[in-house]
């Protein structure tokens, strides 16, 4: 009987030390909680610094996707119509999010760093269509100065899928 006793008073304990706690709501939407820096959240394809197109179209990405959530068509690219600096592009990408499981293996693989999952965590759908992403949506990076890809380059201008275009650091 004792011991029943001590046990509910040990419960009653523990009940109102975190009833005495201030509240930790936070009110969404206004104000949002920050995400750690390993945080998996929506897929953005990146640019280089110059406005090229980081995805060359190669697949990888899609290759290493366990959930096959990943599509990739690649085009040739011409001098005449330059999207990324390589031989290829993606002429279609697109990524079904309600297949998606957030691995990040697809970060991993990407040999050009085109495809990162960001910190955005706001994916609702009101419909299965709009739960693929297309390349249009991923593409998140404001070309610079207004060069929007394609764009009509000099003959023999890249020659390599990855160029050297950003400073090392």
Do not use: W
């Not at 909680?33 to 610094?49: A, D, I, M, T």
């Amino acid at each position: 009987m004792i011991e029943e006793a001590i046990a509910i008073i040990k419960g009653m304990a523990t009940t109102l030390k975190v009833a005495l706690k201030p509240p930790v709501t936070v009110q969404y939407p206004e104000m949002k909680r920050p995400v750690s820096n390993r945080f998996k959240g929506r897929h953005e394809l990146k640019r280089y610094e110059n406005g090229m197109e980081k995805c060359i179209g190669c697949a990888l990405c899609a290759a290493a996707c366990p959930s096959d959530a990943i599509f990739v068509e690649a085009s040739e690219n011409s001098d005449e119509q330059r999207y990324s600096p390589g031989e290829r592009f993606a002429s279609t990408y697109e990524i079904n999010m309600l297949r998606c499981i957030f691995c990040g293996y697809c970060e991993d693989a990407c040999p050009t760093e085109a495809i990162v999952l960001e910190h955005d965590y706001e994916l609702s759908f009101y419909d299965r269509a709009s739960a693929i992403y297309t390349k249009d949506m991923l593409l998140v990076d404001v070309p610079v100065n207004g060069m929007d890809t394609p764009r009509t380059v000099e003959p023999g201008t890249f020659d390599r899928s990855i160029p050297d275009m950003e400073n090392p650091k």
